[in-house]
Every structure is written in structure tokens, then in C-alpha cells.
């Protein structure tokens, strides 16, 4: 396994430090360690933009993605 491409530019655990306790670092072996290919916020960064990637945006919530992603193809 990769590091994802952006994890030196994602601010999303930092910005939520502590939120999610002791399974942040399994998050992060899933998502962040992974190629980035099951976050969501990778996903919008890679079809869109860094600037398509609202601070919000859960690395789980592939339905927000896919809901943002329709609107930047609109």
C-alpha cells in the first residue's frame, strides 16, 4: 500500500483532532494509507479540484462525494 497522494495537503484529521479517538489511526491505515482510492475526499480531488473539496466532507461519505461531484458536472 501508498500514501494518498494528498495527505500532505488534507487538513481533515488535523481539523478534527481528537474526534475520533483511539480509531483514528485505523482510519487513516484505511484511508489515508490506502492510495486514497476508498475516501471520498479523494475521490472529489481527483475529478474536480482541491478546490472542489469542502472542509465538511467525511473521508466515508461517498454519497456526498458523488452528490458533489453531480453538481461540478452540471
Do not use: W
Not at 492510495?35 to 479540484?49: D, N, P, S
Amino acid at each position: 500500500m501508498s500514501d494518498c497522494e494528498c495527505i500532505g495537503m488534507c487538513r481533515f484529521f488535523e481539523d478534527n483532532a481528537g474526534r475520533f479517538g483511539p480509531v483514528e489511526p485505523i482510519l487513516k491505515l484505511n484511508l489515508c494509507h490506502n492510495e486514497g482510492t476508498e475516501c471520498a475526499r479523494h475521490v472529489v480531488f481527483a475529478i474536480a479540484g482541491k478546490g472542489a473539496v469542502p472542509a465538511d466532507l467525511y473521508p466515508n461519505d461517498l454519497q456526498g462525494a458523488a452528490r458533489i461531484l453531480d453538481r461540478v458536472r452540471q
